[in-house]
């Protein structure tokens, strides 16, 4: 465990390499430039976005002044820079088009859409130089989201916490039929989560739901075309394979392969917009591979707990207590470094940290460390030396302490974190906000942009 703290000081120090990242797949640039006035057609039309895009699941379409959609072949991703996608739109005469846009980020799979004016020897007056919308995700993503991290955290935790505290105080950790229950618990709610989490960006990428994503008939080139297909059957492999370690009961090997899984999950996740990835991923895979030790850690300590309350033997409780606790200092550290360099690379200003849903889902998720940490004092000061005392009534306060833990980090975090992962980072939202305000003229305004699949059209004079 020690190991594990080393590596995120390692990270931390390391942290000035490590290039911010934006907000998904927003767009940078175009060619022709938002609100233009050109003086002849241009043979085609370039938009350059902030991230990689996924070829398949991204467009361009073409509306003329009266809103009509013009007829155009698909737009396609540069072969050359995956971050350009291209529309020939064919021969167009005089007059104000807009450009409607949504593409796929191929880095974390969220999608973004927007639109842009400009015009072939006619003028354009815009209050931007381009309309950007935040694609709006779900309720039901985050709870996919968070039963995802839940499952991960289950099988983890109750993982280390059987090698590391209980293994320590009693060899035979298989004998503890609550342990074997919890693992193959955790292990087929992560097999379910990871359907879910299939369904879930199928629904966000083809723009339907859960229940359709089930019918999408795009599904299988879905799956062996995008980023996320090849990660996510490489997640479905390790899961299986953590399957056989669990039968045959190889818990380093079923360690190490939820180890996997989490970088698997971590491969495709806002870490990977990043610039420098390899600094910026392995902190995201450090800081869920910690929260997963600790929050499944819990659960697997309480279910112990509960299994042991017909055992007058206070003393062996104490020992647990006292193993967990060095078990929870060196993952909360590392969870606590690792939290600090995603926060500078996701949210980077106190205005960000109060200006966005990000960051205020992350003020949340630190505010409900405060408590956790003050239980955490009480057992190690307090509860672990009544036990060793013998004063068997710790055991039932014990065990409601470490409830409240649970309720405050599976309920509490990981919900914050799940709303962290569905929504945009709060330094990129920021950067985008600025980006617009700066470009926002005092005169005239054109724009047209497509709701519910109607094209709305608003000039001001």
Request: with cysteine; charged share 10%.
């Amino acid at each position: 465990m020690r190991r594990v703290l080393l590596f995120s000081i390692v990270l931390i120090l390391s942290v000035h390499h490590a290039a911010p990242l934006q907000a998904h797949a927003n767009l940078q640039r175009s060619a022709p430039a938002a609100n233009t006035s050109l003086s002849s057609a241009p043979d085609a039309i370039r938009l350059w976005f902030t991230e990689p895009i996924e070829p398949q699941f991204s467009r361009i379409t073409l509306r003329d002044s009266t809103g009509a959609l013009l007829t155009t072949p698909a737009a396609t991703v540069d072969a050359a820079d995956a971050h350009q996608l291209i529309l020939v739109p064919g021969a167009l005469s005089d007059g104000l088009y807009t450009v409607v846009w949504r593409v796929v980020s191929a880095a974390d799979g969220h999608p973004t859409e927007g639109s842009f004016a400009f015009g072939v020897n006619v003028s354009v007056n815009a209050p931007t130089s381009q309309v950007i919308t935040e694609v709006v995700i779900p309720l039901e993503s985050v709870g996919v989201r968070w039963l995802n991290l839940l499952s991960i955290a289950l099988v983890m935790g109750t993982l280390g916490f059987a090698l590391f505290v209980l293994r320590p105080v009693d060899a035979d950790v298989l004998r503890y039929a609550a342990v074997r229950r919890l693992l193959w618990g955790g292990w087929g709610l992560l097999g379910v989560a990871g359907a879910l989490v299939l369904l879930l960006q199928v629904s966000l990428t083809a723009e339907t739901t859960l229940i359709g994503a089930l019918a999408y008939p795009r599904l299988g080139q879905f799956i062996s075309s995008t980023t996320f297909g090849g990660l996510w059957l490489a997640r479905m492999a390790l899961w299986l394979l953590l399957g056989v370690c669990l039968l045959r009961g190889w818990q380093w090997a079923a360690l190490a392969t939820s180890a996997a899984l989490i970088l698997a999950h971590s491969l495709f996740s806002h870490a990977a917009a990043a610039q420098d990835t390899t600094a910026s991923i392995a902190g995201a895979w450090l800081h869920l591979t910690t929260s997963a030790l600790w929050v499944g850690g819990l659960v697997a300590f309480v279910v112990v707990l509960w299994a042991r309350r017909s055992i007058s033997e206070t003393a062996i409780t104490g020992r647990l207590v006292a193993y967990f606790s060095s078990y929870v200092r060196v993952t909360v550290a590392a969870l606590a470094l690792s939290g600090l360099y995603a926060a500078w690379l996701h949210v980077g200003s106190i205005q960000a940290l109060f200006d966005t849903a990000y960051g205020r889902a992350l003020i949340v998720k630190s505010a409900l460390f405060l408590p956790l940490l003050a239980i955490a004092v009480v057992n190690l000061l307090l509860t672990q030396r009544r036990l060793n005392a013998g004063e068997a009534v710790w055991e039932g306060r014990l065990r409601g302490l470490v409830g409240i833990e649970i309720a405050l980090a599976a309920g509490g975090i990981l919900t914050a974190a799940a709303l962290m992962t569905a929504g945009s980072p709060a330094r990129g939202v920021i950067a985008l906000r600025e980006a617009l305000a700066a470009e926002a003229p005092a005169e005239g305004y054109f724009g047209m942009q497509t709701v519910n699949d109607q094209m709305l059209h608003l000039e001001i004079v």
